[in-house]
């Protein structure tokens, strides 16, 4: 169980620097998807990674 917890912890992790360098390379609204991602379940955090193409 615990290793679901680290990789779910890197996957967010993964989605959280894309979401800060899109924010920071000029489009803002990706700072809207932050509280998204810190709030997302397992289940949630897999789905949005595949929607930024991370998994």
């Known amino acids: ?15 959280l620097n894309d979401i800060y360098a899109g924010a920071f390379s000029g489009i803002p609204s990706m700072i809207l998807d932050e509280s998204e991602v810190k709030n997302a379940s397992d289940e949630e955090v897999e789905e949005i990674a595949k929607r930024y193409g991370i998994k």
Do not use: Y
Request: aromatic share 0%; no cysteine.
């Open 1 to 15: 169980m615990e290793n679901n917890d680290v990789k779910t912890e890197q996957l967010k992790k993964e989605v």
